[in-house]
Nanobody, 125 residues
Framework: QLQFVESGGGLVQPGGSLRLSCAAS????????IGWFRQAPGKEREGVSC????????DYADSVKGRFTISRDNAKNTVYLQMNSLKPEDTAVYFC??????????????????WGQGTQVTVSS
């Protein structure tokens, strides 16, 4: 059974940091590009960051550039999202997802076929 498990979410004060993890089971991530997406209450799901299967190419939404860093460890079958300088507007449920296609934009949500269950990130004082 193909499955993603996200972890690392929680409550953090503005300016704080969290590291999200996305661990895959039932398949290997080596051939898949991975994206992180988020959805805040009442808003559409949006792309946050993505990374190519090799890890050589990354992309970020303008709202998180310079604050978030995506990385992957294919040996551990895990992708990470390091989030620094968190803001209240970063509050959302964060999802990781996989696609076999490389070079997609963050708006190509429909091309991601394997999704995790999400992890809540709340930034509040």
């Amino acid at each position: 059974q193909l499955q993603f498990v996200e972890s690392g979410g929680g409550l953090v004060q503005p300016g704080g940091s969290l590291r999200l993890s996305c661990a895959a089971s039932g398949f290997t991530l080596d051939d898949y590009a991975i994206g992180w997406f988020r959805q805040a209450p009442g808003k559409e799901r949006e792309g946050v960051s993505c990374i190519s299967s090799s890890g050589s190419s990354t992309d970020y939404a303008d709202s998180v550039k310079g604050r978030f860093t995506i990385s992957r460890d294919n040996a551990k079958n895990t992708v990470y999202l390091q989030m620094n300088s968190l803001k209240p507007e970063d509050t959302a449920v964060y999802f990781c997802a996989a696609t076999i296609f490389q070079g997609l934009g963050l708006g190509d949500i429909d091309e991601y076929v394997y999704w995790g269950q999400g992890t809540q990130v709340t930034v509040s004082s």
